[in-house]
Structure formats: C-alpha cells, structure tokens
C-alpha cells in the first residue's frame, strides 16, 4: 500500500512535467491520424525534444519507484514517439523506387562471384552434355525430359527439327506455344528450387545448374548435327539470354545463403545467414521479374519475329540492357555505404531503460 508520502511524491512528479506530456501526445495523436506532414512548424521542432524528455521522465519514474500508472503511461508514449521520429516512413512507391535505383544493382553487384559460379556450372553442363551427344547421340534421353523434348531427338530430321522453331505448319503455333508454357514452367521451377535449395551447403543448386546448362548443351547437338545451330541460337537468344540470367541470379542468391551457412566468418551462422538474406531476397525478386520478362518475350516476340539475326538482336540487345543497369546503377549510393562512419551518432537508439 502507498505512503502518503509516495503519494505525494507522485504527484508533485507528475504535475510538474504533466504539461509536455499532453503536448507530445496531442502531436503525436495528430501525426498518427493525419501524416507528419501535417504538423506545425513548432510541434515537428519540438517532438525530439519532447520525445527525449518523456524518455528521460520515464527513466527516472522507474529509478525512484513511482506510480506504476505513471510508468505504464510514460512507456507508451515514449514507443510512439520512437516510432514516429525513428521508424522508417518508406512509402511502397519509394521502397520501389530505391529497389530498382540502387537495392537490385548493390545485391547483383555484391554477388559477382556467386553469378560467375552459377554462369560457369552452366555452360560447364552444356558443354559436357554437347560433348557427350556428340559421341554417343543416345545420351540425349539421358538430359531432356520428353515433355521438353517435344519430339525432338537424334532421330528427329532436320525439317521437324526447324518446324519447331518457326512453327511452319498449321497448328503449330499451339504446339509451340504449350512447348513454351512448359520450358517457362520448368525454368522457373528450376529458378525456384536453385534459390531455396541453395542454404543446403549450395550443393543442390550447383547440381541444378548443371543439369539446366545439359538440357541446352543436349539440344544444341542435335540441332548443329542437322546444320540447324544458328537458328537454334537465334531461337534461344530472344528470351534465353533473359531467362538463363535470371535463373544464374536465383542460383546466385542460393549461393549466398549457402555460402553463409559454410562459411560465417567472425558471425554466428545465424548472424551471417540473416545478413546475406538481404542480397538473396533481392536477387530472388530481380529474378522473379526477369522471368516475368522472358515470358514475354516467350510468348510474343518469340512468336512474331522468326528472322534468326533479329531475334539474336533483340535478344542480345535485352540483355545488355539488363546488365547496363545492373552495372551501372546504385554507384553512388554503395560509395556511400561502403565510406566508414567518422562520426556516427549514438542518440538514434531507443535508451534500454524505457525497452
């Protein structure tokens, strides 16, 4: 039970510093309800001020024992108030803004070894897979699964073969296009586990990429077999140049957490997992839009330009543009991030007194 004495003490505490109290909360209850831009001049001013006084009140409050009503209330305020001076106010239009600006180019940029791993497991497959059709044309069967052969195979003639690439029959548009539907399924899936599976010590998605760089290296033997090379590499180029990329930036970002895992450094592995996730989320999302990217161009482009140097221009010239941006943009915000902080502020921590 209180003293009188508490009591009193309680009081006096409260009625002396009452008056701030209700202005930070009247600030507070306005930006809540309207937006900080919506304060005065003098309140948004003001509300660090009153923020820090609230946080010191409450400091004391606890250290002297006061009413525990007091404590309750001070500790309520001040979280609000954190939140509204510290708490990111980033709007769905920014945080997509600083995404394709600098977030995207900085993870991609970051990861530079992981995507030359993940390129160079691929056409280490492809030309593995190529070497061997070349020798034995029944190793084939081995790579394409036979909903992604589509009827092609060793035996396929050289007419059936270019029949699916520029759909020259009546018909064939559907076929081609359930054809293309499928390879977009399959690579996304392929995009998706290379990703996911990446945590486990990176080992399933180097298989992954292996076995992705297989198919093609096994679909290019059969085709330079028939004289039909170029026009296969026209007929990839217009949306694989995009969609093999994304699939190396998934892996990549598997690569990350993989890589965390194994090797965390001076970090705990939870620590040094929990900061790769940062670059992995994001070259999961640049992959997801890629993909989106080459599924147009899948399935429209592909389909109304048959000219093999075209679809080599555009193809190549998509991912140009791909890779100019990814080069090319965020320099100046990752020169920033990465230049060591001389003066950093200590005041931007919520006291653990008030926590």
């Known amino acids: 039970m209180k003293t009188t004495g508490e009591t009193i003490r309680s009081s006096r505490f409260r009625m002396e510093r009452e008056g701030d109290w209700l202005r930070l909360q009247g600030i507070l209850d306005q930006a809540e309800r309207r937006g900080m831009k919506s304060l005065a001049f003098e309140d948004a001013r003001d509300l660090v001020t009153l923020y820090r006084q609230a946080v010191n009140a409450l400091s004391v409050a606890r250290e002297i024992s006061l009413d525990s009503a007091i404590v309750t209330y001070l500790e309520s305020l001040s979280a609000r108030a954190y939140?509204?001076?510290y708490a990111p106010r980033a709007s769905v239009r920014g945080g997509v803004s600083r995404f394709f600006l600098a977030?995207?180019?900085?993870?991609?940029?970051?990861?530079?070894?992981?995507?030359?791993?993940?390129?160079?497991?691929?056409?280490?497959?492809?030309?593995?897979?190529?070497?061997?059709?070349?020798?034995?044309?029944?190793?084939?069967?081995?790579?394409?699964?036979?909903?992604?052969?589509?009827?092609?195979?060793?035996?396929?003639?050289?007419?059936?073969?270019?029949?699916?690439?520029?759909?020259?029959?009546?018909?064939?548009?559907?076929?081609?296009?359930?054809?293309?539907?499928?390879?977009?399924?399959?690579?996304?899936?392929?995009?998706?586990?290379s990703f996911v599976l990446g945590i486990i010590a990176c080992i399933p998605s180097a298989l992954l990429m292996l076995y992705n760089g297989s198919i093609i290296g096994a679909l290019a033997a059969i085709y330079v077999e028939k004289d039909l090379g170029l026009d296969l590499f026209a007929w990839l180029s217009i949306h694989g140049v995009t969609e093999l990329s994304a699939i190396a930036v998934a892996t990549a970002g598997g690569f990350r957490l993989g890589r965390a895992v194994l090797f965390p450094a001076e970090k705990t592995r939870k620590a040094a997992l929990s900061d790769a996730a940062h670059d992995a989320v994001k070259l999961a999302v640049l992959a997801a839009l890629m993909l989106l990217a080459a599924?147009?161009?899948?399935?429209?482009?592909?389909?109304?330009?048959?000219?093999?140097?075209?679809?080599?221009?555009i193809g190549w010239g998509i991912g140009a543009l791909w890779f100019?941006?990814?080069?090319?943009?965020?320099?100046?915000?990752?020169?920033?991030?990465?230049?060591?902080?001389?003066?950093?502020?200590?005041?931007?921590?919520?006291?653990?007194?008030?926590?």
């Open 103 to 193: 977030g995207a180019p900085l993870a991609f940029r970051r990861s530079g070894l992981e995507l030359v791993i993940a390129f160079a497991l691929m056409v280490l497959g492809g030309v593995a897979a190529f070497a061997l059709i070349r020798t034995d044309p029944t190793w084939f069967y081995a790579f394409v699964p036979e909903g992604l052969a589509a009827g092609r195979g060793p035996q396929a003639s050289a007419d059936a073969l270019r029949r699916v690439i520029y759909d020259s029959e009546p018909g064939a548009l559907d076929q081609l296009g359930a054809f293309a539907t499928y390879l977009f399924s399959h690579n996304t899936r392929v995009a998706i586990f």
């Open 83 to 85: 939140l509204l001076v």
């Open 295 to 313: 599924g147009l161009l899948e399935g429209f482009a592909r389909q109304l330009i048959t000219a093999p140097m075209w679809r080599i221009v």
């Open 324 to 355: 100019t941006w990814l080069l090319g943009a965020g320099r100046q915000e990752g020169a920033i991030r990465n230049r060591p902080a001389v003066d950093a502020s200590t005041d931007n921590a919520f006291p653990e007194s008030a926590s």
